[in-house]
C-alpha cells in the first residue's frame, strides 16, 4: 500500500498520519493508510487507477477523499495545510499526531506522541479536542479498550467536562465507534458519563455473554437501539432478543415457542434471558426438526387469511410437543379448532 502510494505521490509532498504511524510504532497489522497531500482529489483517483481500489470522497467539508480496496483495506488522502506542523495539530491525540514522510525521513512529531506511544497513553492535543469534533469522546474509549492504553487525567477530566457532546454527532458515526468496544469498553464509556445520553446503560452487561458486537449493543441499549441506523439483520436480532421471554419449563412446548419467537437465534436469546442451561434443548430440536410439514396452507380448505397461519402454527406446535405426528392427526386438529 505505501510503495503504491509513493509511486503515485514522486516528487510530492507527502506524509503518512495518524494510526498507521501508531499502528507501526506498535508492531500492529496495517489497515488503513491515511496520507496528507496538497491535491487529496487527484492522489485518490490516480492510487485507484492503479490499484484498481474505488475512490470516493470522505468529507466534502474538509477535501478528504478514500480508496476502498478489494481486501477491506482503505487508503485515504487528506488535505495538507501549510505545514505538517498545522495538520497534527488539528488530531486528536498525541500518538495520533506524529508523521513521517511517505519517502522516509524523520518522524515529525511536535506534541510528544512518541513518548505517549511508550507509555501507554491518550493525551489529547489541545484542549478544545472534544468540542471540535464530539465524535472523538467514543473514540478515546475504543482506543483505550483496542490499544489497552488509559487516558492520561487532564484529558479525562476534559473528556467528562464534555460528556453531554456525545449526542451530537450523526449516528453512523457514533455506530461504527460503538460496534468495536468490547463489554469493558462500554463499562469505561458508562462510568465516563457517555452512555446515558445516548439512552444506554452497562447495567444490561452485568448477565452473560454472547460474544458478539450486536448483542452487546442491544444489551447495552436495548429498545434505543432502534434510534440508530444499524441493519436490518441487526435490527431482527434485536428484535427477537428483546422480545424473549424465560421458556416455561425444558418441555419440547416450551422449547418449540420460544424458537418461533427467536429463530435463527434463539441460542443468543437464551443466554440473553438467562437461560443458557436450555442451550441443548434447542439443539435437540433444531437436529430433529421435520424435513416437511405435516399440512400446507392450501390444504386446510380455507380462505386466505391469517386464520390459516395460527392453524399451521397450531400444527406445528403440537407435533413438537408429540401430541400428534401425522397428517390425518392435523387434519383431525384443523376440523376441531375450525368448528
Not at 189 to 214: F, I, K, M, T, Y
Not at 245 to 253: F, L, M, Q, V
Amino acid at each position: 500500500m505505501r510503495e503504491l502510494a509513493q509511486d503515485v505521490l514522486a516528487g510530492q509532498e507527502a506524509w503518512v498520519v495518524g494510526g498507521a504511524v501508531r499502528d507501526e510504532l506498535l508492531g500492529r497489522e496495517l489497515v488503513d493508510l491515511d496520507i496528507a497531500c496538497r491535491d487529496p482529489k487527484a492522489a485518490a483517483r490516480a492510487y485507484a487507477n492503479r490499484s484498481g481500489g474505488a475512490p470516493f470522497a470522505l468529507s466534502e467539508r474538509h477535501g478528504a477523499w478514500r480508496v476502498a480496496l478489494e481486501d477491506a483495506h482503505t487508503v485515504d488522502f487528506t488535505p495538507l495545510p501549510e505545514t505538517i506542523e498545522d495538520d497534527l495539530a488539528t488530531r486528536d491525540f498525541t500518538i495520533n499526531a506524529i508523521a513521517v514522510p511517505l519517502d522516509g525521513g524523520e518522524a515529525v512529531d511536535p506534541f510528544g506522541g512518541r513518548g505517549d506511544v511508550d507509555a501507554e497513553l491518550l493525551r489529547a492535543v489541545s484542549p478544545s479536542v472534544f468540542t471540535d469534533d464530539p465524535l472523538r469522546l467514543l473514540r478515546a474509549v475504543r482506543l483505550e479498550d483496542e490499544l489497552g492504553f488509559r487516558v492520561e487525567p487532564e484529558t479525562e477530566r476534559l473528556l467528562r467536562e464534555s460528556a453531554e457532546l456525545v449526542t451530537r454527532p450523526a449516528r453512523e458515526r457514533t455506530l461504527a465507534e460503538l460496534v468495536r468496544l468490547s463489554v469493558g469498553g462500554y463499562r469505561r464509556a458508562d462510568e465516563l458519563g457517555l452512555l446515558a445520553p445516548l439512552e444506554g446503560s452497562s447495567a444490561g452487561l452485568d448477565r452473560p455473554q454472547v460474544d458478539r458486537p450486536a448483542f452487546r449493543l442491544v444489551a447495552v441499549f436495548g429498545d434505543a437501539l432502534r434510534r440508530f441506523p444499524v441493519s436490518n439483520e441487526t435490527k431482527r436480532y434485536a428484535g427477537a432478543l428483546l422480545r424473549a421471554t424465560w421458556p416455561e419449563d425444558a418441555s419440547p412446548r416450551s422449547i418449540h415457542r420460544f424458537r418461533r419467537d427467536t429463530e435463527p437465534w434463539a441460542l443468543d436469546a437464551l443466554v440473553f434471558v438467562g437461560a443458557p442451561e436450555l442451550a441443548d434443548n434447542v439443539k435437540a430440536a433444531r437436529e430433529n426438526e421435520p424435513a416437511e410439514p405435516l399440512l400446507r396452507g392450501d390444504e386446510l380448505g380455507l380462505p386466505p387469511g391469517p386464520e390459516i397461519g395460527r392453524l399451521l402454527e397450531l400444527i406445528a406446535e403440537e407435533r413438537a410437543a408429540g401430541t400428534i405426528s401425522t397428517r390425518e392427526e392435523a387434519l383431525k386438529l384443523v376440523r376441531r379448532e375450525s368448528g
